[in-house]
């Protein structure tokens, strides 16, 4: 029997920046799983070079799938998603009920990811010949769910134990505001070495006005975005295989935050 087909679910965007990013982690995670039917399905309006996460489920249904995983790469959202998931799969189950789809817990912002943030941070000093710190910012996007909010604010607090330095939380908007006042509360604290981790999936125009904003409050170092790091691919696939065990009951449902 075939393993259950995956749906990577994202928001798209015209920025070519995003599109390379995700198809980057589709291609990373065919790679590392070739036994898998890998898609990636788009939220939003804007689905340059990609095609909706409805219109992937329905392509895999009419191939003759029975067993599909959908996957948000979502990093700041720990148990919600977007409605769009819920209906594309009741749009597939409602039609044919031979078809199953289970939602798997978005990404969210795991523990690992703390990891990548340390490498991202590290690789970005050296660009700029920085050799210490004495503060940190840990930067995401705003749209979490609840839960998501929590774990990011637990997140800000280990990675200070961690460092034992102070971890400065900013969920912004498109404009950037947030990672720049962040940085402003900590110079005003004395910081003057600030280096800022970047909870994003990719460079895109999200991004980049985070990184704009922190350069200009006086941040020494901006952290690259996730992208295809090898341990998100380990999550997608943690996130994936959790959810298909949905599909061994009768009737599949929406998996829980076991966090």
């Known amino acids: 029997m075939a393993a259950p087909a995956i749906v990577l679910v994202a928001l798209g965007d015209e ?81 044919n009920r031979n078809v199953h789809v289970v939602i798997a817990r978005p990404i969210g912002p795991a523990t690992e990811l703390l990891n990548v943030l340390d490498d991202k941070v590290r690789e970005a000093l050296h660009r700029v010949n920085a050799v210490e710190i004495d503060a940190l910012v840990l930067a995401a996007p705003e749209g979490g769910d609840v839960r998501g909010t929590s774990l990011l604010a637990r997140r800000a607090r280990q990675w200070s134990t961690h460092h034992k330095l102070p971890v400065q939380l900013a969920v912004g908007d498109a404009s950037g505001r947030a990672s720049g006042t962040a940085i402003s509360a900590l110079r005003a604290q004395g910081r003057r070495h600030i280096a800022v981790g970047s909870l994003f999936l990719s460079s895109g125009p999200l991004y980049r006005a985070h990184k704009d904003a922190a350069l200009r409050a006086g941040a020494i170092a901006v952290g690259d975005p996730i992208t295809d790091d090898a341990r998100l691919v380990e999550l997608v696939l943690a996130r994936y295989a959790f959810a298909a065990m949905d599909l061994l009951d009768a009737e599949p449902f929406e998996d829980v935050d076991e966090d």
């Open 15 to 95: 920025d070519p920046s995003v599109g390379r990013a995700l198809n980057s982690i589709v291609a990373k995670l065919r790679a590392l799983r070739p036994d898998l039917d890998v898609s990636l399905g788009l939220l939003g309006p804007a689905k340059v070079g990609g095609v909706g996460v409805i219109e992937v489920v329905e392509q895999l249904a009419g191939n003759g799938t029975t067993e599909i995983a959908l996957v948000p790469l979502d990093l700041v959202s720990a148990a919600d998603h977007s409605p769009v998931v819920s209906q594309a799969r009741d749009a597939v189950e409602r039609i």
